[in-house]
């Protein structure tokens, strides 16, 4: 079956502007994660849905930053004011349920900010 | 600080070569998880280690977790070029969060 995928897998975009980022997690999985991924570094937990719900969103780094998960299944996470910082690929991951040890990651997204 | 430190940074070794990354906690893991990235793509789950003393082999990796559920390793025998990219360890806060090290890049040389 198809795995997670993520759209667009490169945005350029300039200071300023706004973002948004698609996941489509693997059908049937409740389970949704985003993280940030910088250059060198292991990814950084974003947000957590657990269905339409966001679970857990403490890793968000500002009030910039928002993502939403309407009917459970894709998601999109939104970044307002884009800053040179913001430069990272985004990933998706999706798992069959809460407790469900396996992560599948999307291949991710590379936004880069001008 | 870095809740889970991975040493090497990064490893260069001949093909047919036998290698060990390690991933070290500060705290009792609940669960530890090998993860496989390649430049471009999403990671690749490996393994999850989840009782002191576990141990799981995958066809040429082996990952094991200590008895203190504090450190793992990642042992690589017998190398090959597809073995080459970026291995993580994850782990999972109480809660929902998951966390990753910050990666050891393989490079293996034909």
């Known amino acids: 079956g198809a795995g997670v995928s993520q759209t667009p897998s490169n945005k350029v975009t300039e200071k300023g502007k706004y973002v948004e980022l698609r996941c489509d997690p693997i059908?049937?999985?409740?389970?949704l994660y985003w993280y940030r991924q910088s250059l060198g570094q292991g990814p950084e937990f974003l947000i957590y849905f657990q269905g339409t719900g966001a679970a857990d969103d403490s890793g968000l780094p500002n009030d910039r930053f928002f993502a939403v998960r309407p009917e459970g299944s894709v998601s999109t996470l939104k970044i307002q004011r884009t800053e040179r910082g913001d430069s990272a690929v985004y990933l998706c991951a999706s798992s069959q349920d809460r407790e469900s040890s396996e992560q599948y990651f999307g291949p991710g997204t590379r936004l880069t900010v001008t | 600080s870095q809740e889970l430190e991975q040493s090497p940074q990064s490893l260069i070794v001949q093909e047919g070569k036998n290698l060990t990354i390690n991933c070290t906690s500060s705290?009792?893991?609940?669960?530890l998880y090998w993860y496989k990235q390649k430049y471009g793509e999403g990671l690749i789950f490996l393994m999850m280690l989840q009782k002191g003393g576990e141990e799981k082999s995958h066809e040429k990796i082996t990952a094991k977790l200590d008895e203190k559920k504090q450190q793992s390793s990642l042992h690589i025998t017998a190398s090959q070029p597809s073995h080459a990219g970026i291995y993580l360890c994850g782990a999972a806060r109480t809660g929902n969060q998951f966390y990753f090290g910050t990666g050891t890049s393989l490079t293996v040389i034909p």
């Open positions: 059908s049937g999985h409740t389970a």
């Open positions: 705290k009792t893991l609940y669960g």
